[in-house]
C-alpha cells in the first residue's frame, strides 16, 4: 500500500485550493472568563450556554487547561495547545469542575471567497472543528493577547493590526507543526478513504516514515483512539448506513473490507455490543432518551436511542461506538430538547423523573408516549425492567438479567479469601475531591459480589462526598481493603498523587497492608448516582472480574 500525495483520497484535512482563494475577516473580539456551571440533580452540573446558534464563525483559543467546551453535543476538552473552530449557528456550551479559573479568546470572522459577492458559508476551507498547535503554544497566546489588546482600543490603525494578527494566528492553525504530523493526519484521511481495502499497522507505519510502535503510540496520542480502533470505527458506520438503506449483510461485509458475512457479523457485535440482525431490527423503532442514564437501560436492551444527550457524560468509548446512531442530539436546556423532539418524533420517550418539571412533563407528553422512571425509588433491576416492559422488551430484559446474574456467579468463585474475610470501603477521586461509594452506589459488591461494607458505609444511602484530598476522615471506617475509582483527567491524577502521598493516607491500615487496588471504569461522570445503571453495573462486574484474574 502506497499513499501518493496527488491521491485526492490522501489529501489533508485542510483545503489547500480553497485557502489560495479565501479572505478571512476578523468581525468582533470578546473574552469569555470564569465561567461556571449551574448545578442539576445532586451534586451533577450542567452546560452553561455560550450561544444557542453562533452568530458567526469563531476560533476559540482557551488559556488554560481547565474544563470543556460542547459543540453540538460533542465535548472537548479545553487546553491551549487546542483551537476550537465554530461554525455559525452551531450550539456552544461551556462546562467546568468548580475551583479552577479559564480565560477564552473568541474570534469573530467570516470567509469571503474570490469572484463572491457574499461571505461564504461553505467551511470546507478551515478543516475540523479542533485543531492542534502543540508546537507554538507561546507564540499562540502571544499573538491572541496582542489582536485583543489592539482591537479593544476601537483605534482604525489597531484593529488594522488586529486582522494582520488573527491571520497569523490562523498561520498557526493550518500549519504542520512537523512533518510526522502532517504524515499521521494522512494516515488518518487514507483510513477514512480506504477502509475497503486490507490495511495493516505495518504499511501504514512505513508510509509513514515510522516503526510499528511509535506510529501506533503516536497516532493514539494525536487522535484519542488506536489504529486498528479507528479502523473498526469507520469500518461499522459504514456498516450501519448499508443497513439503514437496506443491503444484504454479504453486501455491506463486501463493502467494509470484510472477507465475509459471517466475519463481519462477529466483527459488528464485537465493536456495537450486538449483531448486525439485531441492530437492524431496533432501528425500526425511534426511541430517545431524555437523560443520561437512560442511554444505558436502553444499550442493555441492545436498542441505541435515536436521539439522546451526547456531552461531557459520554467517554470516548460511547462516543466510538453509538455517535454514529444519535441522530438526534439533545442538550440540557428544556426547550431546544422539546423542540427538538417535536421535529424528530420519537415512538416513544424515556426520561428521570427527578430531572424533570412537571411542567415539562406534560409538553414531553403532547409529542410521544414518555416512561418518567422513578430514579431513587427503585433500584437498578427494577429500572430496568421498567424501560423493558415500556418499550415491549420484557423477554431481553429478563434475559440480560439472567446472563448478568450467571457472570456474578463466575466472579464470586474468583475472589480471594481476604476479600471475602475483610471490609471493603470504595472510593471515587475527582477534580471535586473525594466521593466514598455507599451501599446503593456500591450494590455490585456489597450485594451482588456479598462483600462486606467497612464500618458506617451502611449508614450512607448514596455517597458522602468530601470536598478534598484529604484521607484524615478515612480512618473512622477502618476498611481493611480500599477499591478506588480514579478520573482520568489532569486534575484527578494530581489529586490521587497528593492523597497518596499524605501522611494520613500512609496511615491507613488497607495501605499499610498492600489492601489498595485501582480500577478503571468506563464511566461518564465517576459518580455512581448517574452510573448507577445496568449497562454501568456489567462494566463494572467486568473490571472486577479482571482485577480478581490477576490477584
Keep these: ?133 502543540s508546537s507554538s503554544i507561546v507564540q499562540l497566546m502571544t499573538l491572541c493577547k496582542k489582536v485583543a489588546d489592539h482591537w479593544g482600543t476601537g483605534d482604525p490603525a489597531d484593529r488594522f493590526a488586529s486582522q494582520a494578527g488573527f491571520q497569523d494566528i490562523l498561520h498557526l492553525i493550518f500549519r504542520k507543526s512537523s512533518p510526522s504530523e502532517a504524515m499521521l493526519d494522512q494516515a488518518h484521511e487514507y483510513i477514512k478513504h480506504h477502509y475497503r481495502n486490507e490495511i495493516t499497522i505495518e504499511q501504514l507505519a512505513e508510509s509513514a516514515g515510522m516503526n510499528r510502535y511509535s506510529f501506533m503510540r503516536a497516532f493514539k496520542e494525536r487522535f484519542g483512539q488506536s489504529v486498528m480502533g479507528y479502523l473498526a470505527e469507520v469500518r461499522t458506520n459504514q456498516a450501519k448506513r448499508l443497513m439503514e438503506e437496506g443491503y444484504s449483510l454479504q453486501h455491506v461485509a463486501d463493502e467494509t473490507g470484510y472477507k465475509d458475512a459471517l466475519y463481519f457479523s462477529s466483527q459488528f457485535k464485537k465493536h456495537v455490543g450486538f449483531s448486525p440482525k439485531i441492530y437492524q431490527a431496533n432501528r425500526q423503532s425511534k426511541v430517545a432518551a ?159 459480589l456479598q462483600f462486606n461494607c467497612a464500618k458506617g458505609v451502611e449508614q450512607i444511602k448514596y455517597t458522602q462526598y468530601m470536598e478534598s484530598f484529604d484521607a484524615e476522615p478515612l480512618t473512622a471506617f477502618e476498611a481493611d481493603m480500599l477499591l478506588v475509582n480514579v478520573m482520568k483527567d489532569r486534575q484527578s491524577q494530581m489529586g490521587w498523587e497528593r492523597l497518596q502521598q499524605s501522611q494520613a493516607w500512609q496511615g491507613l491500615k488497607a495501605v499499610q497492608n498492600h489492601r489498595v487496588y485501582c480500577i478503571s471504569r468506563n464511566v461518564r461522570t465517576g459518580d455512581p448516582i448517574v452510573d448507577y445503571t445496568a449497562y454501568q453495573q456489567n462494566l463494572l462486574l467486568h473490571e472486577l472480574d479482571m482485577l480478581f484474574r490477576e490477584l
Design 1 to 133: 500500500m502506497t499513499m501518493d500525495p496527488h491521491d485526492p483520497l490522501s489529501i489533508k484535512p485542510l483545503n489547500i485550493e480553497l485557502l489560495q482563494n479565501a479572505w478571512i475577516r476578523l468581525v468582533e473580539v470578546s473574552i469569555e472568563k470564569d465561567f461556571s456551571v449551574y448545578p442539576l440533580l445532586y451534586g451533577i452540573a450542567s452546560d452553561q450556554l455560550l450561544y444557542a446558534a453562533a452568530p458567526s464563525h469563531i476560533c476559540i483559543v482557551p488559556v488554560h487547561r481547565y474544563g470543556n467546551i460542547v459543540i453540538d453535543g460533542l465535548l472537548y476538552p479545553l487546553h491551549p495547545d487546542t483551537v476550537h473552530i465554530i461554525r455559525s449557528g452551531q450550539r456552544v456550551e461551556l462546562n467546568a469542575p468548580p475551583g479552577g479559573k479559564q480565560f477564552l479568546y473568541l474570534f469573530h470572522f467570516e470567509i469571503w471567497i474570490r469572484g463572491e459577492h457574499a461571505p461564504a458559508s461553505n467551511f470546507a476551507i478551515l478543516g475540523p472543528e479542533v485543531a492542534s498547535v
Design 290 to 448: 431524555y437523560s443520561w442514564p437512560n442511554i444505558d437501560h436502553l444499550l442493555a436492551l441492545q436498542i441505541i436511542p435515536f436521539a439522546a444527550p451526547i456531552d461531557h457524560f459520554w467517554t470516548q468509548h460511547y462516543r466510538n461506538k453509538y455517535r454514529f446512531d444519535v441522530k438526534v442530539v439533545l442538550s440540557h436546556d428544556y426547550d431546544f430538547n422539546r423542540e427538538a423532539l417535536m421535529r424528530a418524533r420519537p415512538d416513544r420517550i424515556v426520561a428521570l423523573a427527578e430531572l424533570v418539571p412537571d411542567e415539562e412533563k406534560e409538553k414531553l407528553l403532547q409529542i410521544a408516549p414518555v416512561l418518567f422512571l422513578p430514579w431513587f425509588e427503585e433500584n437498578w433491576r427494577d429500572h430496568l425492567r421498567l424501560t423493558a416492559q415500556f418499550l415491549n422488551r420484557e423477554r431481553e430484559g429478563e434475559n440480560w438479567l439472567a446472563q448478568y446474574d450467571d457472570k456474578v456467579q463466575a466472579v464470586r468463585e474468583k475472589v480471594p479469601d481476604f476479600f471475602r474475610r475483610g471490609t471493603l470501603l470504595i472510593l471515587n477521586v475527582s477534580p471535586k475531591g473525594i466521593r466514598i461509594w455507599g451501599e446503593r452506589a456500591g450494590t455490585v459488591l456489597y450485594d451482588d
